[in-house]
């Protein structure tokens, strides 16, 4: 294939510590590369110099000047005065004009009679369209619909203003952008980030099919295996190359880490054996020798070996438990549901289990289907609605929650592991902080000063010192690289007792589980024994309903185009673009949602002649007498506002809500105390407003007749 970027010598210095040193490699047409490397070796870094963001300070970057690179940054930035759909058309603007032309050419054709001219215009034509037949551009309308919904938005979405998007949804519509403009390379900086699973489905299934060449930065090592064919793995600041994707990359890896070893060793020995004779033999009957061997010694130190690549793994490891009954937890007819317009919501209904020592469960289903909430009843953190949970005898239950409360953000790490009434010495709390990854001065610095990575391995170590024998873990691998990610499920299987995790990592899954429990979005559930790839095979063969299929983006365009008739679409959409919110703020917008489509459904029938209207819907529209004695009745508690304004007040503040808890993830954020502590205020403030907002809204609707 032909080469289309060629990558010599760049580098890179932050500070006095360089980023990248030698960083060389090509690209050819078609390559899907996913760059890997741990956190801090300088990835973005180099994504950036590639988009032409920064600049090398060494080193050059060749491509011929007609191939076009398109960018996928982490944090993109808002553009005002546009909706979704304007945006994602103005990455096909160049095709738009085109058209244009081809329109002005046609109608010029129409109206000419010189017959030269003719000909000239009838070939600028053929070569517009065929131009715009290459780039389906006939096409433009269903192929950004194609691509928002593949990305994750539904149709009612399309004139949400960009202004008002959330971080993640951002993100969403940068990647959808780039996808449109179809560069001829692509950048991505963790283009999975933000997206569902069927969204992350549906762009591995895109990205085998692009003609573009790819660059890719991700941890999901099954996005990477099912989208790349080479690997180039960043690390001390040069660039390693292995063709195949991640699976075979790891494989080669490690027969090349042997060769490399082995290696280094041999020569280590050959300078040491040098050094030995010349000091032992330097003046005596060997004293030629001993010259000859300083020669070979210089020889060999002019040219030394390079280092193994080894990448250390974090030796993480969880403690011996004591041993628990043989039952863990029993679960009969167990149900929980959340209010929505009036009515409860299930979220998992008729729940029978029984967990046993040392199995390991993996919880599987949409966004809002009630993992999180399952873990806290079986926490008792929640009541069921119905039924029961049974806990076993000798139950040691140490809990990870993925928002990180269950370390003190105040605290300095080395003492914020340390458990309740438990006698744990600073040089032990210290070299078990050491084998999670944190070492020397991180082991001081406050919780709120970490990165979101350093604090999930606060965490963890925590979970280590609790010598729990049932862990119990919230989307555990969020924030981790590769390496930490494979040290965790090292000591996740080397643990003796019993483990319940949620995780959107499906190569996690795979490695870990033994039982799948799937919640479907009908609060019905399914348990296999098995790994996420059972699960996968099973959805195949048909012998199990996809769960998730409800997500896929044909249907969500249908159940865009029924929401007026149904409640379920609503709620699922709502909980999904609401994920960073409570359930109770999330309960909160369905209840407003379903109230206020009601609301428009009564006001349309009320101004049909009544000869089209069923007895049914007359009986069911607001009597104007009735809300007069309601007036009557009620004071209002706060002053007249249109219901459309507290509407958009509510709007606006959730936005704004979402917004402060994703800042809080920023490492500039966590980093900074202070900072921390501010953005908290923030959204405590916001979340007391909004809760005030939500009485207003629902004492306008009722007498504001």
């Not at 895109?206 to 996005?223: C, E, G, K, M």
């Not at 494979?486 to 019993?498: P, S, V």
Request: net charge neutral.
């Amino acid at each position: 294939m032909e080469v289309i970027l060629t990558v010599e010598h760049l580098r890179k210095h932050f500070s006095a510590e360089a980023v990248l040193v030698d960083v060389c490699f090509q690209l050819r047409a078609g390559d899907k590369v996913g760059l890997v490397g741990p956190n801090g070796c300088g990835k973005t870094t180099l994504l950036n110099i590639l988009a032409g963001k920064e600049e090398a300070e060494k080193g050059t970057i060749s491509k011929s000047a007609d191939t076009t690179i398109g960018y996928l940054e982490q944090r993109p930035s808002a553009e005002f005065g546009k909706t979704i759909l304007e945006e994602a058309k103005n990455s096909l603007a160049h095709l738009l004009e085109l058209q244009h032309d081809a329109e002005k050419i046609a109608h010029a054709i129409a109206e000419t009679k010189d017959e030269t001219e003719l000909a000239r215009l009838a070939n600028r034509y053929d070569r517009i369209h065929e131009l715009l037949r290459r780039h389906d551009a006939y096409q433009i309308d269903h192929r950004v619909a194609r691509i928002l919904h593949g990305v994750g938005f539904a149709d009612h979405e399309f004139e949400k203003p960009v202004t008002a998007l959330s971080g993640g949804e951002l993100n969403r519509l940068s990647l959808a952008k780039l996808l449109l403009e179809e560069p001829d390379i692509m950048l991505l900086d963790e283009p999975s980030n933000h997206l569902d699973l069927p969204a992350t489905e549906w762009l591995e299934e895109f990205l085998q099919n692009t003609a573009a060449a790819v660059i890719l930065v991700s941890h999901d090592r099954y996005f990477l295996d099912k989208t790349t064919n080479r690997i180039l793995e960043l690390y001390r600041g040069t660039i390693d190359d292995y063709a195949g994707n991640f699976t075979k990359y790891t494989n080669l890896k490690e027969d090349r880490l042997t060769v490399q070893t082995r290696t280094y060793e041999k020569y280590t020995e050959e300078v040491e054996k040098a050094k030995e004779f010349i000091r032992r033999n330097h003046y005596g009957m060997k004293a030629a020798q001993a010259e000859d061997r300083r020669k070979k010694l210089e020889r060999l130190l002019e040219e030394p070996a390079e280092l193994p690549r080894k990448i250390e793994v974090p030796a993480m490891n969880f403690p011996k438990p004591p041993r628990s009954g043989e039952m863990i937890f029993r679960l009969d007819d167990v149900s929980k549901g959340f209010p929505a317009d009036g009515n409860i919501r299930p979220l998992f209904r008729n729940l029978t289990i029984n967990i046993q020592r040392g199995e390991r469960w993996g919880i599987l289903g949409p966004n809002g289907c009630g993992k999180t909430t399952l873990l806290k009843c079986l926490l008792n953190l929640l009541p069921v609605d119905t039924g029961k949970i049974i806990h076993g005898t000798g139950l040691k239950i140490g809990y990870f929650d993925q928002q990180l409360h269950v370390i003190d953000d105040k605290m300095q790490v080395v003492d914020a592991i340390r458990p309740a009434k438990k006698i744990f010495e600073e040089p032990a709390r210290r070299n078990l902080l050491g084998a999670f990854g944190l070492t020397g001065d991180q082991q001081l610095q406050t919780v709120s000063s970490l990165s979101g990575g350093q604090r999930c391995r606060a965490a963890l170590a925590k979970l280590s010192a609790e010598d729990a024998n049932v862990m119990i873990l919230d989307e555990p691998t969020n924030h981790l690289d590769i390496w930490a990610r494979n040290g965790l499920e090292k000591a996740i299987r080397d643990f003796d007792g019993t483990v319940l995790f949620i995780s959107h990592d499906r190569y996690f899954v795979d490695k870990l589980a033994d039982h799948v429990l799937i919640i479907q979005p009908n609060a019905k559930f399914k348990t296999i024994e098995g790994n996420y790839s059972t699960f996968k095979q099973l959805v195949a063969s048909g012998l199990l309903a996809d769960p998730f299929a409800n997500a896929t983006f044909t249907e969500r365009k249908e159940q865009t185009q029924t929401a007026a008739k149904t409640n379920t679409n609503d709620l699922t959409h709502t909980n999904h673009q609401n994920k960073n919110l409570t359930e109770k703020q999330i309960a909160q917008q369905n209840w407003k949602q379903n109230a206020q489509k009601k609301e428009s459904e009564k006001k349309k029938l009320a101004q049909q002649p009544n000869k089209n209207k069923s007895n049914h819907q007359i009986k069911n529209l607001p009597d104007p007498k009735n809300n007069a004695e309601k007036k009557e009745k009620r004071i209002r508690k706060f002053p007249f506002r249109k219901v459309a304004d507290i509407e958009e007040e509510i709007f606006a503040r959730e936005t704004r809500l979402m917004s402060l808890n994703e800042d809080l993830l920023r490492p500039e954020v966590t980093r900074n105390g202070e900072m921390v502590k501010s953005i908290h205020a923030e959204i405590s403030d916001e979340q007391n407003k909004i809760t005030t907002l939500y009485e207003h809204w629902d004492e306008s609707n009722e007498l504001n007749w």
